[in-house]
C-alpha cells in the first residue's frame, strides 16, 4: 500500500542544500550534484581536471539536449557555485536571515534572461526522484512526486476520474510546468481536496501551487515560492489564471502579493518565515468533499 505520508532522503533538506535551492527550482537537478554540494560547505570550492571528468548530465535548453559533465562545484559562506563544461554557469547566494535565494546564470559570457531561463532543464536519471502520481490502497490519498509536467496533469486528471474517494494530496517536487500546475492546482480546488507537505518533503517553485490550491493545507516540510516564469507562455497570461484561482481559493492576500514582489531570479524558503507556517497552513470546517 501506498503510504501518504511520503518521506525521502532527509540529506535534501539539510542547511547546506537551502543554499542552493534556488538553482534547484529552474531545473531538475541530479541528487549526486545535491550532494556534492552538501559535503563540500565548509571545504569551499571544488574542481575536476580533464583526467578526472566530473558527473555527466543532460542539458536541454527549449527542446535541444545535449549530454555534458559537471567541472565545477562548491558552496561557501552562502554562496553556491556550479559550472558545466559547455559553459552553462550558475552563481546562487541563500540568506539564512531573509530565506531568501537569488540566483544568476549564464551561458558563456552571456545573463539568461527569465523565458530563457525557464528553458533550462538537467536532466541526470539515474540519480533523479522518479516521476509518480500514486493513491493508497483505500483510494482516499494521493501523492505527487517529481517535475510538474503536462504528463502529471493527464495523469492526475485520470487518477480524479478513477478515485471518486480521493480526499488529500501529499506533494514533492522542485516545480516544473507553470501552465500545467495551474492546470493540477484548479483540479485540486475543483474538487475541494486538501494538500500536504509532510515532513522530509519538499515543495517549490510551480509546486507551491498545487499546495496553495487545497482546500485543507498543512506543510511540515520545506514550500518555497518563485515567481511564475514560462519560455513560451507569457508572464501577464500567467499571472491572469494564477490571481483567479489563488482568490477562489481564498489564499492569504499577502501570499499571493510575494509573487508580485519577488524578482523572477528570487525564491523565497515561505515555510521557514517566522509565523508563515501558521498563516499557511488551513483547516475548514466539515468535509472538503461536500464543501
Not at 556550479?82 to 545573463?111: C, W
Not at 515532513?199 to 501551487?209: N, S
Not at 511540515?220 to 508572464?235: A, F, K, Q, W, Y
Request: proline share 4%; aromatic share 10%.
Amino acid at each position: 500500500m501506498e503510504t501518504y505520508y511520503a518521506c525521502n532522503d532527509k540529506a535534501l533538506y539539510n542547511s547546506e542544500v537551502k543554499m542552493i535551492n534556488s538553482a534547484a527550482r529552474i531545473f531538475t537537478m541530479s541528487l549526486a550534484a545535491l550532494a556534492t554540494f552538501s559535503s563540500l560547505t565548509l571545504a569551499g570550492v571544488w574542481t575536476e581536471s580533464e583526467d578526472s571528468p566530473g558527473e555527466p548530465v543532460e542539458f536541454c535548453i527549449d527542446d535541444i539536449c545535449e549530454m555534458t559533465r559537471y567541472v565545477l562545484i562548491g558552496s561557501t559562506r552562502g554562496w553556491a557555485f556550479h559550472e558545466l563544461a559547455n559553459g552553462y554557469r550558475v552563481d546562487s547566494h541563500f540568506d539564512p536571515l531573509t530565506k531568501l535565494s537569488t540566483t544568476v546564470a549564464y551561458l558563456g559570457e552571456v545573463k539568461l534572461s527569465a523565458a530563457r531561463f525557464a528553458s533550462v532543464r538537467l536532466n541526470d536519471p539515474g540519480n533523479l526522484p522518479p516521476f509518480l502520481i500514486s493513491v493508497s490502497e483505500d483510494g482516499r490519498f494521493a501523492k505527487i512526486q517529481g517535475e510538474v509536467t503536462e504528463q502529471t496533469a493527464q495523469e492526475f486528471q485520470r487518477l480524479l476520474d478513477t478515485h471518486p474517494s480521493l480526499i488529500g494530496v501529499s506533494l514533492h517536487s522542485w516545480g516544473g510546468s507553470a501552465p500545467d500546475a495551474i492546470i493540477i492546482g484548479k483540479a485540486i480546488w475543483n474538487r475541494r481536496l486538501s494538500t500536504f507537505i509532510p515532513e522530509d518533503g519538499f515543495c517549490g517553485a510551480e509546486c507551491a501551487v498545487l499546495f496553495l490550491s487545497g482546500y485543507d493545507r498543512r506543510v511540515e516540510g520545506v514550500l518555497e515560492i518563485s515567481p511564475l516564469t514560462d519560455p513560451v507562455v507569457p508572464r501577464a497570461d500567467l499571472y491572469s489564471a494564477y490571481w483567479g484561482l489563488m482568490q477562489e481559493a481564498d489564499v492569504d492576500f499577502d501570499i499571493m502579493g510575494l509573487y508580485h514582489v519577488l524578482e523572477w531570479n528570487q525564491t523565497l524558503q515561505l515555510s521557514e518565515v517566522v509565523g508563515a507556517k501558521e498563516r499557511l497552513n488551513r483547516d475548514l470546517p466539515g468535509d472538503a468533499l461536500n464543501h
